[in-house]
Every structure is written in structure tokens, then in C-alpha cells.
């Protein structure tokens, strides 16, 4: 038999010694360390399935946190953007309203002018009202037989033309502002 006081281990139990001396106490050693090491495991298992559980919900919150700070400053960067073009718009309305009151000017003038002018061509350099008693052919009294190369167009017309004119070409100009 084996002393084991002599070899300096701890003595066991007299009731445990025989079992441990066979080969069926070596199979339960062997099953009772097999079990030992698989509720270490299982116990390792949970504190580092409960450590992943605490750093998720960590990284969760930062991810959340992040994503609420970009959104804030994302909202911030398009409201300055927004009052930036609003700006801009109230400015491309405002040149706009004074180019059209200067434009409708000019038409008024253009319209003045030009009425006059078309009573003295209807008139004809004699003072005499040309028409469709001369023939079949639009011509004046200071004509010798060729065509009139004059386009009636109303007042309204040319103010109409004016003011389209006129918000096309600053819309324009606006678009091509909006980046400089």
C-alpha cells in the first residue's frame, strides 16, 4: 500500500482508500474532476455572457448617444442652410421687385414713345390716314409700294413680355447664385 503521510500528501478518509486503489475509483475520480470542470465552465459561461449583456447595452447607449448628437447637429447645419437660402430668396425678391418696377418703367416709356409714333406712321407724312382705300397692300403715304415691316402689339402685351422677361432672367441669375 501506498503511505501517503510518508509522501507528505494529506491522508484521506480510511472509507474513501479502497476505492481510490481500483480502477472504478479512478473512473470516479476522473467523472467527479469531469463534472468539476464542466460547472467552472458553466460558471465562466455566465459571467462572460453577463459581461457581452453589459457591454452591448454600453456600446448601445454610445452608439444612441451618437447618433441623437449627429442628428442634433445634422438638424442645426440644415436650419442655418435653410435660413441661409431664405435669406437669399428674400434678397433675389427684393432685386427682383426693384429690376421689374424699373423695367415696367422702361416698357411704359417704350409704349409712350412708340404710340406716337405709330399715329404718325398711320397718319402718313402728309397727315393723311392710310388704309385699305390705297389697296390691298399695307402701305403708307410715305411708301412708295413696299410692305409695312411694322407688328401691331398691345400695351398689355409688351408689359406682359416685360414682366416675364424680367423674372426669367432673375430666376436665373438666382439659380446660378445658389452655388458660388
Same mark, same amino acid.
Not at 462572460?48 to 452608439?63: K, S
Given at each position: 500500500?501506498?503511505? *501517503?503521510?510518508?509522501? $507528505?500528501?494529506?491522508?484521506?478518509?480510511?472509507?474513501?482508500?479502497?476505492?481510490?486503489?481500483?480502477?472504478? $475509483?479512478?473512473?470516479?475520480? &476522473?467523472?467527479?474532476?469531469?463534472?468539476?470542470?464542466?460547472?467552472?465552465?458553466?460558471?465562466?459561461?455566465?459571467?462572460? &455572457?453577463?459581461?457581452?449583456?453589459?457591454?452591448?447595452?454600453?456600446?448601445?447607449?454610445?452608439?444612441?448617444?451618437? &447618433?441623437?448628437?449627429?442628428?442634433?447637429?445634422?438638424?442645426?447645419?440644415?436650419?442655418?442652410?435653410?435660413?441661409?437660402?431664405?435669406?437669399?430668396?428674400?434678397?433675389?425678391?427684393?432685386?427682383?421687385?426693384?429690376?421689374?418696377?424699373?423695367?415696367?418703367?422702361?416698357?411704359?416709356?417704350?409704349?409712350?414713345?412708340?404710340?406716337?409714333?405709330?399715329?404718325?406712321?398711320?397718319?402718313?407724312?402728309?397727315?393723311?390716314?392710310?388704309?385699305?382705300?390705297?389697296?390691298?397692300?399695307?402701305? $403708307?403715304?410715305?411708301?412708295?409700294?413696299?410692305?409695312?415691316? *411694322?407688328?401691331?402689339?398691345?400695351?398689355?402685351?409688351?408689359?406682359?413680355?416685360?414682366?416675364?422677361?424680367?423674372? *426669367?432672367?432673375?430666376?436665373?441669375?438666382? &439659380?446660378?447664385?445658389?452655388?458660388?
Amino acid at each position: 500500500m501506498l503511505d *501517503l503521510e510518508a509522501t $507528505g500528501m494529506i491522508p484521506l478518509p480510511a472509507s474513501i482508500r479502497p476505492y481510490l486503489l481500483g480502477a472504478a $475509483g479512478i473512473a470516479i475520480l &476522473a467523472a467527479a474532476i469531469w463534472v468539476w470542470r464542466i460547472d467552472s465552465l458553466r460558471a465562466s459561461h455566465k459571467a462572460d &455572457a453577463a459581461n457581452v449583456r453589459r457591454e452591448y447595452a454600453l456600446f448601445r447607449e454610445q452608439v444612441t448617444a451618437k &447618433a441623437t448628437e449627429a442628428l442634433t447637429a445634422q438638424k442645426a447645419v440644415n436650419a442655418a442652410q435653410e435660413q441661409k437660402w431664405k435669406e437669399r430668396a428674400h434678397a433675389a425678391d427684393q432685386m427682383h421687385e426693384t429690376e421689374l418696377a424699373s423695367a415696367n418703367a422702361a416698357a411704359e416709356r417704350y409704349i409712350r414713345d412708340n404710340r406716337l409714333l405709330r399715329q404718325a406712321v398711320v397718319r402718313g407724312a402728309g397727315g393723311e390716314a392710310g388704309g385699305a382705300a390705297q389697296g390691298d397692300s399695307a402701305q $403708307g403715304g410715305d411708301r412708295s409700294g413696299a410692305a409695312a415691316d *411694322l407688328v401691331a402689339v398691345t400695351a398689355d402685351d409688351v408689359r406682359i413680355c416685360t414682366e416675364n422677361t424680367r423674372r *426669367l432672367i432673375d430666376v436665373r441669375d438666382w &439659380a446660378l447664385g445658389l452655388n458660388p
